[in-house]
């Protein structure tokens, strides 16, 4: 059976001392600048995708439910009593665990509130920790279907993706985050399978955000189930870049499209690489690149849109997406809609 993988690298030469940092307050908030230079603080990140109108506006994704498929989660304090479910498709653990730190750092791009750190975001009126996620207050729930080399089948992929259905509406569930996939030469069947069950996922009411895949520059590498034609595909804005000196994957690793079927993917860009976010050692923070990084902030992004429009089906949300990027993929000489653009998607 084809093999799925998660769509990031990471660099671990940091995570002591990030962990260090967490418990040492007063050194943390002296060298916080430090770790800017090195890597893209959420803080930055936000800053890039534009939240300061929705986070005036009071959004946080307050009573929006995120699905997240991935390694697993710990109970870092960031996420406070938000997971509000964990189910293990690989060894049908009952207690929350991540052998990897994948599923962690993911999750904390999208919920965590930063409460690890102490720093606020300057020059605004409203105060967001410098690791918090795009929405610190949506709750997570956490479907492992990787182990902890990251890898996986499509049986666990689909058994997942039947649980979110089956179970949408018991958890007032509006987004999936997949930062897995597996490239297209799998098998045609197994691609068929989950190509459906994602689409009809789809349908049902729940805005699927795949990661693109790190295995561009070239044509027709976006990863499955990215290349799903309903699916939002999220691809890195910034890969063309060294995060900040450590070449951490290979210039241009987004995967891009368009696809066989001469879609147009990835859809929407953001940020992805060197991102600091929540680690699996419960408290301290790491950096990971990738467009596995990328896709939640997306889906964060969208927890704060479904907060302000909670009717909207995934359909009318993309459509906004398309409508509001900025700026658009002709003015960054990619393919696709262009950059997600918070304040615009909220208005």
């Given at each position: 059976m084809p093999s799925v993988k998660h769509s990031s690298e990471y660099s671990e030469k940091f995570n002591i001392f990030l962990s260090f940092l967490a418990e040492n307050k007063f050194l943390h908030i002296i060298i916080w600048k430090f770790f800017d230079r090195m890597g893209e603080t959420m803080d930055r990140v936000k800053k890039m995708i534009h939240t300061d109108y929705a986070y005036r506006s009071g959004l946080s994704g307050q009573n929006v439910t995120v699905?997240?498929?991935?390694?697993?989660?710990?109970?870092?304090?960031?996420?406070?009593?938000?997971?509000?479910?964990?189910?293990?498709?690989?060894?049908?653990?009952?207690?929350?665990?991540?052998?990897?730190?994948?599923?962690?750092?993911?999750?904390?791009?999208?919920?965590?509130?930063?409460?690890?750190?102490?720093?606020?975001?300057?020059?605004?009126?409203?105060?967001?920790?410098?690791?918090?996620g795009v929405a610190p207050k949506c709750r997570i729930i956490m479907l492992k279907v990787l182990d902890e080399n990251g890898n996986g089948n499509t049986k666990k992929v689909l058994d997942a993706v039947m649980w979110v259905k089956e179970n949408r509406e018991r958890y007032h569930i509006k987004i999936l985050n997949i930062s897995v996939?597996?490239?297209?030469?799998?098998?045609?069947?197994?691609?068929?399978?989950?190509?459906?069950?994602?689409?009809?996922?789809?349908?049902?009411?729940?805005?699927?955000?795949?990661?693109?895949?790190?295995?561009?520059?070239?044509?027709?590498?976006?990863?499955?189930?990215g290349i799903s034609r309903k699916v939002l595909t999220v691809g890195s804005s910034d890969d063309d870049t060294y995060d900040r000196g450590r070449k951490v994957l290979k210039t241009g690793y987004s995967g891009r499209g368009p696809t066989a079927?001469?879609?147009?993917?990835?859809?929407?860009?953001?940020?992805?690489?060197?991102?600091?976010?929540?680690?699996?050692?419960?408290?301290?923070y790491q950096v990971k690149s990738g467009t596995s990084m990328a896709a939640p902030v997306v889906s964060g992004a969208l927890a704060l849109a479904f907060e302000k429009y909670p009717s909207f089906t995934p359909a009318e949300m993309k459509l906004r997406l398309y409508e509001r990027a900025y700026p658009r993929s002709a003015q960054l000489g990619r393919i696709g809609w262009g950059m997600i653009h918070v304040d615009h998607l909220v208005r």
């Open positions: 699905a997240v498929m991935d390694t697993g989660i710990v109970a870092h304090p960031d996420f406070e009593d938000r997971i509000i479910y964990f189910h293990d498709f690989c060894y049908g653990r009952k207690e929350m665990y991540d052998d990897n730190g994948h599923g962690t750092h993911v999750s904390g791009i999208i919920a965590g509130n930063g409460k690890m750190s102490e720093q606020y975001l300057k020059d605004t009126a409203h105060k967001v920790r410098i690791y918090s996939g597996m490239l297209p030469g799998a098998g045609v069947e197994e691609q068929r399978k989950l190509l459906y069950a994602i689409d009809e996922l789809w349908d049902a009411g729940i805005m699927v955000v795949a990661a693109a895949g790190n295995n561009g520059p070239k044509e027709n590498t976006v990863t499955i189930p079927c001469c879609i147009v993917k990835p859809e929407i860009l953001a940020p992805g690489t060197g991102i600091t976010s929540c680690s699996k050692d419960k408290s301290g």
